[in-house]
């Protein structure tokens, strides 16, 4: 099993993959993470399992990663997810939770 720990560095090296340009676009968008919830489970669903950096690839804003995490930490609250990882400081890998 995977730690909050081992989440929170996946998190922050997904911030710092981020692409870090020059200049700044100010983008009004509107992402909740209740949207955000709905989407990893059904990404879940359909492939069973994702990689953190899976479930925001659809977008690569700042916003929209920060919401994503937000909404796992979300749903491992609500015991709706389970984290892996097979080697320390190695890849996350993200699944529903069955027992729930």
């Known amino acids: 099993e995977a730690t909050i720990f081992d989440l929170m560095r996946a998190f922050k090296e997904a911030l710092e993959n981020l692409e870090n340009d020059i200049y700044h676009t100010v983008r009004i968008e509107d992402v909740s993470i209740e949207e955000r919830v709905e989407i990893i489970e059904r990404m879940l669903s359909e492939r069973g399992q994702a990689s953190f950096q899976e479930l925001y690839s659809d977008s690569p804003y700042r916003l929209v990663v920060i919401v994503t995490f937000l ?8 015991n709706r ?5 097979a080697i320390p400081f190695g890849p996350i890998r993200i699944y529903l939770n069955k027992n729930e």
């Open 71 to 78: 909404a796992i930490l979300e749903l491992i609250k609500l």
């Open 81 to 85: 997810l389970v984290l892996r990882q």
